[in-house]
């Protein structure tokens, strides 16, 4: 019997998640209300709010998993990347729990978690497989060989697609996260209302800096013409930011399922819950005879059951961390 408790606390979402034999037994997150008045994570708020948290949430978990904490083999935390501050909760937590039981510790990648929270559900990706991983943070193309081996074959060369969207989002003045009311606005617009460009990058790196610059003067000349303009065509800007940001996203999607022959694609993380990318990953999908795998909105923003998961195939392999484990902000593959 194989049962470890998993903490996530990169950003700004306190999780804590039990897992038992590759279940899922529960998955308890809350969210941080504060850094909405600042339009963005503000990082020492952050860390603060996890301090507050964390002995709740892991709490719950373990009630709602009807688990004694002496019961546990192994304790998991999100390593890295992530806001250092935030990052230290999580891991000084894990590591005094694990102490005090005696049991293992395990570090867990957080964009590798991502990846794996397709392996909490069916339909479970055959390997190899490649994966879109996009969130505020991270956009990258993965290629998924096993549970532990994974290769990224492109990433953004500046900013992330759901810095993109949350941005732009506040260039309109949306409140923070943006990226979400984009999305939900967009479903009322006309994607090809307004012509947004795609930016071109080698390879299959992607850049979304230009996007965001061109959203900026487009505004600023309609407004000159129109000081309401955003009110009154908001949907149909939106459509069309969201449009022009999924298409970035497909064209290396495309290209890069062309290189390898891949034909089983799947997509992860907090921009994989936009409702854009879903519909169009599906409509592409039917064209190219993918096979794709889309994971639930519970898992796609932030959450500790992904980070169980990952766990779980890092006990089976018998990859623990000693107690002078450090978090890693920058952490990497």
Known sequence: ?????????????????????????????????????????????????????????????????????????????????????????????????????????????????????????????????????????HTQLVLVKDYLKMEIIGE???????????????IMGLPYPGGPLIDRYAQQGNPLAFAFPLSEVPGLNFSFSGIKTAVLYFLQDRLKEDPDFIQKHLPDICASIQHTLVEMLLQKLRRAARETGIRHIAIAGGVSANSGLRLALQQEAQKRDWQVYIPAFAYCTDNAAMIAVAAHYKYLAGEFCAQDVSPMPRMTF
């Open 1 to 137: 019997m194989c049962t470890i408790l998993a903490i996530e606390s990169s950003c700004d979402e306190t999780s804590a998640a039990v897992i038992q034999n590759s279940k899922i037994l529960a998955n308890i997150v809350a969210s941080q209300q504060v850094h909405q008045q600042w339009g963005g994570v503000v990082p020492e708020l952050a860390s603060r709010a996890h301090q507050q948290h964390i002995v709740p949430v892991v709490h719950k978990a373990l009630q709602d998993a009807n688990i004694e904490k002496n019961a546990l083999q192994a304790v998991a935390f999100t390593r890295g990347p992530g806001l250092l501050g935030a990052l230290l909760v999580g891991a000084s937590f894990a590591k005094s729990l694990a102490l005090a039981l005696d049991i293992p510790l395990i570090d867990v990648n957080h964009m590798q978690a991502h990846i794996l929270a397709h392996f909490i559900d069916d339909p479970k990706p055959p390997f190899p497989f490649l994966c879109l991983t996009v969130s505020g943070g």
């Open 156 to 170: 953004t060369i500046d900013d992330a697609v759901g810095e993109a969207f949350d941005k732009t989002a506040k």
